[in-house]
Nanobody
Framework: QVHLVESGGGTVQAGESLRLSCAASGRTFSRYYMGWFRQAPGKEREFVARITWSGGRTYYADSVKGRFTISRDNAKNMVYLQMANLNPEDTAVYYC?????????????????WGQGTQVTVSS
């Protein structure tokens, strides 16, 4: 069982940066692939980024590649999403997710646990 709590959301202007954090409970955090997803108003939830157990490999949606960076600190049971050069299209509720699977990708159904989300709003 993993309990996830996101934080760090807020309102920023276009071009600014923001870092989201996700705190995870559970002693087996390092055994989970971790992902970030987002859901804009009126749209389906979409994949943003994923990181492997050790943090050695990452995977990004094309829309955020080069601007967002996912990382994790297994000693602190934390995963982060550093977001740079934000634009209004990045406005959404951002969710942290955990998967006990192998070779996990961008599908929502690959993830077992979800946080409650944190709002990110980017104004132009």
């Amino acid at each position: 069982q993993v309990h996830l709590v996101e934080s760090g959301g807020g309102t920023v202007q276009a071009g600014e940066s923001l870092r989201l954090s996700c705190a995870a409970s559970g002693r087996t955090f390092s055994r989970y692939y971790m992902g970030w997803f987002r859901q804009a108003p009126g749209k389906e939830r979409e994949f943003v980024a994923r990181i492997t157990w050790s943090g050695g490999r990452t995977y990004y949606a094309d829309s955020v590649k080069g601007r967002f960076t996912i990382s994790r600190d297994n000693a602190k049971n934390m995963v982060y999403l550093q977001m740079a050069n934000l634009n209004p299209e990045d406005t959404a509720v951002y969710y942290c997710a955990a998967s006990s699977g192998l070779n996990v990708g961008p599908r929502l159904d690959e993830y077992d646990y979800w946080g409650q989300g944190t709002q990110v709003t980017v104004s132009s």
